[in-house]
């Protein structure tokens, strides 16, 4: 019951947070507000400002909210409406809810960066039994792996990871010049039918400075929205199953697992990671150019500012329905995997 309350209380934080952001943004461009809610369902309480003549609404059920803006899915003669705005700023109040996700990734991540004791380097401390020993030496340090620029020890862990399945190539820097080791073919295990590389050598720590707590914050924020769009990709191309998908119930479970894991060890900060990483994943996902998505909205949007005028808001509608009816479909699909895997 609390990881069923803890995973909506954060779903719902989260979701809210990103209305929001297309709230005040719709006010900043004096958009006309029909309606901001926190909640969804019945209205419990409901009042209508006589300033803006906003309806504010509190719920029955505690997740979420959203904006209601009028001409925001249609037509309307109102001046103030959403369709009448110049382009430019639908697409900015567009927008402004995944960046609010974004923004609040970010704020997340370094907390969780500077709970640290000591930062992880990608200079190499010791190769003794290592794949690199007879290539790589004490004081090199890892810039590539396998193409991709590692930053910090999990950039370096993370491309090891997806990349070190098989044989791949490491840049180190020596002296001041990049050097590239051939075919290095790290240990592999597998998991649930997931194969994954793995280090084998260690690396020097660094002190936890403001400036290291920075870089680390955005090397680490940087790979979590990489992790996104690779996943998205991995799953695509046929890497990692339909298995590997999560919905709300699977991503509860891992909620349970971060919450387990922080009583067991007061220094992991497991939940917070978790929660950065979803903010992230809600934020990116929703800029996909996907109908009923924000991103779709927004490649709508950059068609009309291209052409310079509007594509038939009606057929746009109907985009973007279909588009909303095929989300629920892959969401009832995905949920009925998490609970079907909960009863195996």
């Known amino acids: 019951m609390l990881t069923f309350l803890l995973t909506v209380l954060i779903f719902g934080a989260l979701i809210l947070i990103h209305e929001l952001g297309h709230y005040l943004f719709a006010r900043l461009f004096d958009v006309a507000i029909n309606e901001f809610a926190v909640g969804m369902g019945p209205k419990l ?99 590539e792996i396998g193409g991709s620029r590692v930053y910090a020890l999990t950039d370096l862990i993370y491309e090891v990871h997806r990349q070190g399945i098989e044989p791949v190539d490491v840049t180190v820097l020596r002296d001041g010049k990049e050097i590239v080791v051939k075919d290095i073919q790290f240990p592999v295990s597998s998991q649930n039918g997931m194969a994954s590389g793995s280090i084998d050598f260690m690396v020097y720590g660094k002190d936890k400075t403001i400036g290291e707590l920075l870089r680390q914050s955005f090397a680490q924020t940087r790979l979590s929205c990489k992790m996104v769009y690779e996943s998205l990709w991995d799953l695509i191309t046929g890497r990692y199953g339909v298995e590997a998908v999560s919905g709300p119930i699977g991503t509860g479970q891992v909620i349970g697992d971060a919450l387990e894991q922080d009583r067991k060890d007061d220094s992991s900060h497991s939940l917070l990671y978790l929660c950065a990483v979803i903010t992230i994943n809600l934020g990116l996902f929703n800029l996909l150019p996907i109908p009923a998505l924000d991103g779709g909205r927004l490649f709508f949007q950059l068609i009309e500012l291209i052409r310079r005028k509007p594509i038939n808001r009606k057929h746009e509608g109907y985009i973007h329905a279909a588009g909303m009816l095929l989300l629920l479909a892959v969401m009832a699909l995905i949920t009925f995997k998490d609970i079907i895997k909960l009863f195996t």
């Open 45 to 143: 309480i409901s009042r209508v400002s006589k300033k803006t003549g906003i309806r504010y609404s509190l719920r029955l059920i505690p997740f979420g909210g959203y904006v209601s803006m009028e001409g925001e899915d249609g037509d309307s003669e109102d001046e103030r409406a959403f369709c009448n705005k110049a382009t430019w700023k639908r697409m900015i109040i567009t927008v402004a809810g995944a960046t609010m996700n974004l923004l609040l990734g970010v704020i997340l991540t370094t907390i969780y960066v500077g709970t640290f004791k000591t930062y992880g380097s990608t200079v190499v401390a010791d190769v003794n039994k290592s794949v690199l020993a007879e290539q790589v030496q004490v004081g090199d340090e890892i810039v």
